[in-house]
């Protein structure tokens, strides 16, 4: 069974810290992706990788930095985390090629105080 | 720029009825992909249906269909028989030519009363 695991559920952090979200997939995925979710903005990419150490900026990458050092995992750092980064944050990953759809983690809801 | 809009921030169906979710697309690109996903109020995503640009035939899985209208940039959701279970926000999402992100819609949810 396809899975995208995520480390934390919930996680409160105060300004200023650093923040890792990191992502797992069991599936041999070529891609993976970072997304954040507002309430009436769906979904915005972050960052993607497509493959190990690669990466390529989404629609809002500022304040955001990922690191991918081996093919299954994927992680989301904020550097010094601020009050708008207050969000919902998915995981996803997909094999390379257009037809295929992306799984996605369960999510990590990030409250920045 | 490609853009997706679904223009309905919410929709009620009764249950056992049919009901048709909207999304519209914007993209100067030749060939392209549409995605439908649901997400239940327990936040996980779920693959539902995908349309090639190039496809012939509107995509179908199960009670899920997808009206293509490519002259039209609409890529619209019809869900039959609608079940209790189908209460959920549903996400439109469109892949461009080279490459595999994805842009996504605003949402729609989606209430099924019995």
């Known amino acids: 069974d396809v899975k995208v695991t995520q480390s934390s559920r919930y996680l409160v952090k105060r300004t200023g810290e650093k923040v890792f979200l990191e992502c797992v997939q069991d599936?041999?995925?070529?891609?993976m992706f970072w997304y954040r979710q507002d309430p009436g903005l769906g979904l915005r990419l972050i960052y993607f990788?497509?493959?190990?150490?690669?990466?390529e900026k989404g629609d809002i990458p500022e304040g955001y930095s990922v690191s991918r050092e081996k093919k299954e995992r994927f992680s989301l750092i904020l550097e010094s985390a601020s009050t708008n980064q207050t969000s919902m944050y998915l995981c996803?990953?997909?094999?390379?090629?257009?037809?295929?759809?992306?799984?996605f983690g369960p999510g990590t809801r990030l409250t920045v105080t | 720029a490609q853009k997706i809009t679904q223009t309905q921030p919410g929709m009620f169906v009764q249950e056992k009825e049919a009901v048709t979710l909207d999304c519209t697309y914007d993209?100067?690109?030749?060939?392209?992909?549409l995605f439908w996903y649901k997400q239940p109020s327990s936040g996980e995503m779920i693959f539902l249906i995908y349309?090639?640009?190039?496809?012939?035939q509107n995509a179908t899985e199960g009670r899920y269909s997808l009206n293509f209208q490519k002259a039209r940039k609409s890529a619209n959701l019809v869900i039959s028989a609608s079940q209790l279970g189908d209460s959920a926000m549903y996400f439109c999402?469109?892949?461009?030519?080279?490459?595999?992100?994805?842009?996504f819609g605003t949402g729609t949810r989606l209430q099924v009363f019995p």
């Open positions: 599936m041999d995925h070529e891609n």
């Open positions: 990788s497509y493959d190990v150490k690669m990466k």
């Open positions: 349309q090639g640009s190039y496809d012939q």
């Open positions: 996803a990953s997909s094999l390379a090629g257009e037809r295929y759809e992306q799984y």
């Open positions: 999402a469109m892949r461009g030519d080279n490459t595999d992100k994805l842009i």
């Open positions: 993209t100067s690109d030749p060939s392209y992909g």
